[in-house]
């Protein structure tokens, strides 16, 4: 992976892919197990090629794809770790994230899936006075610092408050899709980052991960 990936998810990912961060392998399920998922997603309302990732200490769930993985525990906490060490003001936890799975239903991401991901960070707005504008302007510096190109920043929404988006690519490798939105003195922050030859590839399926984002509470 290339030292200057990325690493400004959704509060300051501007090197993610700097670091090896370990990945789950991804196992194809027993026949079993998966009439058992197809069983219980049908009662959540899913499809049966969707699961459900649901964080009750956020409030929040997202719906993802059977042909995406969800990253280990450990694997998350090596990547907060990793962004405290180099981030230490910014305050930046990543709750989860997702790649897809290179070997069945993305076979050309074969070499980049590792560096492909969707994923949600959370970050206290009291240091940014509670201004979702002033946080992406924060994000914004940040990444000029570290050389991103192409950047940009728009308005969006997320689930279902407005949001701001910041978007940039690193190298010239590596573009990187941050929204933002603001609840409760908390940052909530969709991240996606995939290879600039693969991005629009997966940027529908990771539109809908997006999109199906909800607060409970």
Not at 143 to 158: C, M, P, Y
Request: net charge negative.
């Amino acid at each position: 992976m290339k030292k200057s990936g990325l690493l400004i998810g959704f509060t300051i990912i501007v090197a993610l892919f700097s670091w090896n961060i370990p990945l789950l392998q991804y196992q194809q399920p027993q026949i079993v197990v998966q009439a058992s998922i197809n069983a219980s997603t049908s009662l959540l309302g899913l499809n049966e090629d969707e699961k459900l990732y649901d964080n009750s200490t956020y409030g929040l769930n997202m719906t993802y794809f059977n042909n995406w993985t969800q990253a280990n525990k450990s694997s998350v906490n090596v990547l907060n770790q990793q962004i405290n060490q180099s981030f230490p003001d910014q305050d930046i936890q990543f709750l989860t994230y997702f790649f897809p799975n290179a070997t069945s239903a993305f076979p050309t991401l074969a070499n980049e899936t590792s560096s492909t991901l969707a994923g949600l960070t959370v970050t206290n707005a009291t240091r940014y006075n509670a201004s979702l504008s002033k946080y992406i302007n924060e994000v914004g510096k940040t990444i000029n610092n570290i050389g991103g190109q192409e950047v940009k920043t728009f308005k969006s929404a997320l689930a279902g408050n407005l949001a701001e988006g910041i978007e940039y690519t690193a190298d010239n490798l590596t573009k990187t899709t941050n929204i933002s939105t603001l609840k409760d003195d908390l940052i909530y922050t969709f991240v996606y980052a995939a290879p600039v030859s693969s991005y629009n590839m997966t940027l529908p399926i990771v539109q809908d991960m997006k999109d199906s984002l909800s607060f409970s509470r």
